[in-house]
């Protein structure tokens, strides 16, 4: 029997992938993974799952939700190429936004992290309103938190 033949046992593709069998039964559970055959009632998987397993792992991490996975996965017709091609060009918007937010929050970390308040509910960075005003964008408020007048108490 080749490689390519061998039959695994869930347990068997769940150490090779380095993953629990419930993750491996959840993604059966919800499409990710097309059901394996079975012999005497336990799942048989063939080796080719465990590239499945990879390719939704990746997939993951990237931050692609459950439901877009599949669509990556099983497709409509389209080739996979396509699919993820534009998958991708949906989440990079969302990922320069985190980006954005989260070089905003760790500039601010950086600031607090020289506060030299006597007490908490004197210091401006954190006793400020953190939303922006109607008035104002959501990033000029945190550039007014981080660099105006709320520098010179911290």
Same mark, same amino acid.
């Given at each position: 029997?080749?490689?390519?033949?061998?039959?695994?046992?869930? /347990?068997?593709?769940?150490?090779?992938?380095?993953? $629990?069998?419930?993750?491996?039964?959840?993604?059966?559970?919800?499409?990710?993974? *097309?059901?394996? #055959?079975?012999?005497?009632?336990?799942? !048989?998987?063939?080796?080719?799952?465990?590239?499945?397993?990879?390719?939704?792992? *990746?997939?993951?991490?990237?931050?692609?939700? &459950?439901?877009?996975?599949?669509? &990556?996965?099983?497709?409509?017709?389209?080739?996979?190429? #396509? +699919?993820?091609?534009?998958?991708?060009?949906?989440?990079?918007?969302?990922?320069? #936004?985190?980006?954005?937010?989260? $070089?905003?929050?760790?500039?601010? &970390? *950086?600031? !607090?992290?020289? !506060?030299?308040?006597? +007490?908490?509910? #004197?210091?401006?960075?954190?006793?400020?309103?953190? /939303?922006?005003?109607?008035?104002?964008?959501?990033? *000029?408020?945190?550039?007014? +938190?981080?660099?105006?007048?709320?520098?010179? +108490?911290?």
């Amino acid at each position: 029997m080749s490689s390519a033949d061998e039959s695994l046992a869930i /347990g068997e593709v769940a150490r090779r992938a380095g993953m $629990t069998v419930s993750r491996i039964r959840f993604y059966e559970q919800t499409g990710l993974l *097309a059901e394996p #055959e079975r012999q005497s009632g336990k799942r !048989c998987y063939r080796s080719e799952v465990l590239t499945q397993l990879a390719i939704i792992d *990746a997939a993951q991490r990237v931050g692609f939700s &459950l439901d877009e996975i599949r669509d &990556l996965v099983w497709g409509r017709g389209d080739p996979a190429h #396509e +699919r993820l091609r534009q998958l991708a060009i949906r989440k990079l918007p969302e990922i320069d #936004e985190l980006i954005e937010r989260a $070089t905003a929050v760790r500039h601010l &970390l *950086a600031v !607090c992290s020289t !506060c030299r308040c006597a +007490r908490i509910e #004197e210091c401006r960075l954190l006793t400020e309103p953190a /939303g922006p005003s109607r008035d104002q964008p959501a990033e *000029a408020a945190l550039k007014r +938190r981080i660099t105006g007048d709320a520098s010179t +108490r911290t």
